[in-house]
């Protein structure tokens, strides 16, 4: 193709800047080292707000690439700034780096065997939700779009953000500090793009939905109020078990009887109950502490408003007293639906139009949303899964697994995505 007509192609909208350069060489030239950091990254994981060596090998590599680097933002988060030749607007991507309290079970060379502590206690430390992969992949983004600089009509910001899983008790962080200190400004981002591998997609397969696509979590603390009794005499108490499992029952019909499911899936889970001391004693109060979950702001909006008005009402028919808090951890991760037409070309073409599917929201939540909050922004899922495989585990398992040859599809998506948006 000579350079008429390929400039008149890429005019017209039938060829992307991507295509326009060839990064077929730099994609050959990036694969095995994505691999080698992920393995690296594994076999060394840190748990949210403590990735010190994470953040120093991530600062380290874009150093090595001429990308004015920042540290130490919101704890221990990376970020770098590649200025191209032309002036432009601004994209983000961002991969999370933090690791979970779970012992790995797996048999692999680059297995986990770290320990530290958490809540006080003694637990091993694995990457098994794959923010590894995330982050050798963010790694090699940085890598080819750095060898292309004098093509980049304006700027490309990497956001490397720890503790996505949440910070530890008493502490801020993630996407939320993070957005806090002005990651999005200096320069301000025009549009932000992250990606989650999947353990259950197969690999060469992107899925991802417009709109609401992972929920929206609260945490919620319920203080149950009875009188303590001898467990012989219960009319002489008033029992908070009792009215704790009416209160169970009676939150579970908000989702099943007031929640319109056909627009968006929602869920109220109590995960832990605690009361008493004995089997004989009937006692004087009860806490229970669970999560929400949804997709849709102004049903979330109603949950937490029947959930408030129905706690102490269940609580009082029974002769006690009930209290609730509500909480919110994480936003919607929310697809800007004009993004995703505008960048689904891109995609489309990188994976091939067969290998991207669409998929039903999630009632798992990312603290992504709180960058798409502020900025448009698109969260899609990546393959991770051995192809032609039966057998997966689940993301917070000690069995988690991640094929590596789905890697570079994760490099060459968030790559095309940025040059593509940045020359529209």
Same mark, same amino acid.
């Given at each position: 193709?000579?350079?008429?007509? +390929?400039?008149?192609?890429?005019? *017209?909208?039938?060829? $992307? ?64 700034? +590649? ?5 432009? !607007?601004? #994209? ?11 012992? @790995?079970?797996?048999? +692999?060379?680059?297995? *986990? ?8 206690? !003694? ?17 090699g983004v940085a890598e080819v779009l750095s ?7 304006? $700027? ?46 197969? #690999? ?31 009319? +002489? ?27 968006? %899936? ?18 004087? *109060? ?22 408030? @008005?129905?706690?102490?009402?269940? %609580? !009082? ?13 994480? %936003? ?20 091939g139009e067969v290998n991207v599917q669409t998929q039903n929201a999630v009632t798992g ?52 995505? $940025? ?6």
């Amino acid at each position: 193709m000579n350079k008429l007509i +390929l400039i008149t192609a890429f005019l *017209s909208g039938s060829i $992307s800047m991507a295509q326009e350069l060839d990064l077929t060489n730099d994609y050959k030239l990036v694969e095995d080292k994505v691999i080698e950091w992920r393995r690296e990254i594994h076999q060394n994981p840190e748990l949210s707000n403590r990735e010190f060596k994470t953040a120093e090998k991530i600062a380290a590599h874009l150093n090595s690439l001429g990308i004015a680097v920042q540290t130490g933002v919101a704890h221990t988060g990376v970020v770098g700034v +590649l200025k191209g030749n032309q002036p432009g !607007k601004v #994209v983000a991507l961002r991969a999370d780096i933090d690791a979970l309290p779970v012992t @790995e079970r797996n048999d +692999l060379e680059f297995k *986990s065997t770290v320990t530290s502590e958490f809540l006080g206690e !003694k637990v091993g430390v694995m990457h098994a939700c794959g923010h590894d992969t995330h982050t050798a992949i963010l790694m090699g983004v940085a890598e080819v779009l750095s060898k292309n600089r004098d093509k980049i009509k304006g $700027s490309v910001k990497f956001i490397f953000q720890p503790a996505e899983e949440g910070p530890p008790p008493g502490e801020e962080g993630g996407a939320l500090l993070m957005v806090k200190e002005g990651v999005l400004k200096n320069p301000d981002v025009d549009a932000i793009f992250g990606l989650h591998i999947n353990s259950a997609t197969p #690999v060469g397969v992107i899925r991802y939905k417009s709109g609401g696509t992972m929920a929206s979590a609260q945490r919620f603390v319920i203080n149950v109020k009875g009188k303590q009794t001898h467990g012989s005499q219960p009319w +002489l108490g008033v029992d908070p078990i009792l009215i704790s499992a009416k209160i169970i029952e009676g939150l579970q019909t908000i989702v099943s009887r007031e929640a319109n499911l056909t627009n968006e %899936a929602a869920v109220i889970s109590v995960g832990k109950i605690k009361s008493g001391v004995r089997f004989n004693i009937i006692p004087e *109060s009860a806490e229970m502490i669970g999560t929400i979950r949804t997709l849709d702001y102004d049903m979330q909006k109603m949950i937490n408003r029947r959930m408030e @008005e129905m706690v102490p009402a269940i %609580a !009082k028919a029974y002769g006690g007293e009930a209290s609730i808090e509500i909480r919110t951890n994480t %936003a919607i991760t929310y697809n800007d639906p004009d993004l995703v037409v505008q960048m689904l070309p891109t995609i489309k073409r990188v994976a091939g139009e067969v290998n991207v599917q669409t998929q039903n929201a999630v009632t798992g939540a990312e603290d992504f949303s709180y960058f798409q909050e502020k900025v448009p922004g698109f969260f899609f899922f990546l393959g991770g899964m051995t192809a032609g495989s039966n057998q997966s585990f689940p993301h917070h398992t000690p069995d988690f697994l991640i094929d590596d040859s789905g890697l570079l599809l994760g490099v060459k998506t968030l790559t095309e995505m $940025s040059l593509d948006y940045l020359n529209m």
